[in-house]
């Protein structure tokens, strides 16, 4: 990854890492959405002393660990400063109120040294912060790659990218595709659901949490209730676990429930979730077929496109008071709509050529008459033109 990609984040960890001022930075996101590459880019770029670790290894970490990592860091920092990266930190038993003495530590004495902790479990990294570290820390949050990263770093073409999804680290298997599907199914989904969900988290029914993440890609883009979910589940459970489970596959970064918007709270909390897969590599992965082939099975390819759509959306409101939603009354829809306060933005996605009036956003425009309405593909905006501008410029 070079530096001109995820330009953002790097200018706001180079800035922050730069100031006088300390603060704990947290780099959050999904595996293999660039933080450690971007991290390293940042300290040479800062050319001052750094120390890196990392805890993701299947050896066992405790308090001990950390600081014998921050003593090094310590030694490096002197009068000069330097910086203490510490690489899946959620994965070091108490890890917080550790953190928490030797960072208090150091603001008693006036120690230059800076931290940088970087995690691939937000979840769980966010409950350690909360609970320790209150009014020490800021998160920079990191997502999967976006169609314009994918393209600008790779050459992708929209189709690649709707197929292969946002992963950088898959673009060379690209051109095998069995090679690359083992490479998303085995390094990204398997040590994603068994080192950072099953080993971190208490999961009383893993094979239900594994056939609800199955479940998700082949329901992506659709509505099901958690009634409907149970009937398609063969482990038994009940629709709180199947709500808490899809909470942490959202945490990891690889499937989520999108609400539906209602002008009543309780009746938003008792709506079926639509179920939008954050990366399209995750469902692609699971089918034999190849891209070409998929282009020409019109309805799983206008699958892919919404949802290739969606995930955009989500990741693209990550850190921001902006609500990704969906919308139903009878046989009415609109896809998805971002809820901004006050403000609604409809958003209709056609993957084909096909033109007409668009009987969901009508109903809803109705009932929410000063919403903003947008029409992806068809004849509306160009995909590929939705994807490669930034959300703000849509919500003006």
């Known amino acids: 990854m070079k530096k001109e990609y995820k330009r953002i984040a790097f200018h706001t960890l180079h800035t922050r ?9 947290v780099l959050s996101g999904p595996r293999q959405c660039g933080k450690t590459t971007l991290t390293r880019q940042v300290i040479e770029s800062l050319k001052c002393p750094a120390h890196y670790a990392s805890a993701d290894d299947p050896s066992p970490h405790n308090k001990i660990w950390i600081e014998q990592q921050w003593e090094i860091a310590r030694m490096k920092a002197k009068d000069i400063g330097s910086i203490l ?28 040294l800076k931290i940088l902790l970087l995690g691939s479990a937000p979840l769980l990294i966010q409950k350690g912060l909360t609970e320790s570290l209150a009014g020490r820390f800021e998160i920079i949050p990191l997502t999967h790659w976006s169609f314009k990263e994918m393209h600008d770093a790779f050459g992708w073409t929209l189709e690649e990218y709707i197929y292969f999804g946002g992963y950088p680290g898959t673009a060379d298997l690209i051109n095998d595709h069995s090679r690359w599907a083992n490479y998303v199914r085995d390094a990204l989904i398997e040590t994603t659901i068994s080192r ?20 998700g890609c082949a329901y992506s883009g659709q509505i099901l209730s958690y009634q409907k979910m149970l009937g398609q589940l063969h482990d038994a459970g009940n629709t ?34 639509k179920l939008q897969v954050l990366n399209t590599a995750l469902i692609s992965a699971q089918f034999y077929n190849s891209l070409e082939d998929l282009m020409r099975q019109r309805n799983i390819w206008g699958r892919l496109v919404e949802s290739s759509v969606g995930a955009h959306l989500v990741n693209c409101t990550v850190g921001t008071k902006i609500q990704v939603s969906y919308w139903r009354e009878g046989t009415s829809e609109v896809d ?54 930034p959300l703000q410029e849509w919500l003006r």
């Not at 988290?201 to 479940?215: C, G, I, S």
Request: positive net charge; proline residues 3%; charged residues 25%.
């Open 17 to 25: 890492l730069s100031e006088k001022r300390r603060f704990i930075q």
């Open 85 to 112: 990266v510490l690489d899946e930190i959620q994965k070091v038993h108490s890890w917080s109120e550790t953190v928490k003495k030797l960072w208090d530590e150091d603001s008693a004495k006036k120690n230059p």
């Open 196 to 215: 950072d969900i099953l080993l971190l988290t208490r999961v009383d029914k893993p094979a239900l949490l594994r056939q609800l993440f199955h479940l």
């Open 240 to 273: 709180t676990t199947l709500a808490h489970y899809l909470q942490l596959l959202h945490a990891s970064g690889m499937l989520t429930g999108l609400q539906k918007v209602t002008t009543s709270p309780i009746r938003q909390r008792a709506s079926s979730p």
């Open 336 to 389: 998805f709509v971002l809820v901004d306060g006050k403000k609604f933005t409809a958003i209709e996605v056609k993957s084909g050529a096909e033109k007409g009036v668009i009987q969901g956003m009508m109903a809803f425009a109705k009932l929410f008459p000063h919403s903003k309405k947008l029409l992806v593909g068809g004849d509306g905006i160009h995909v590929q033109e939705f994807l490669e501008t």
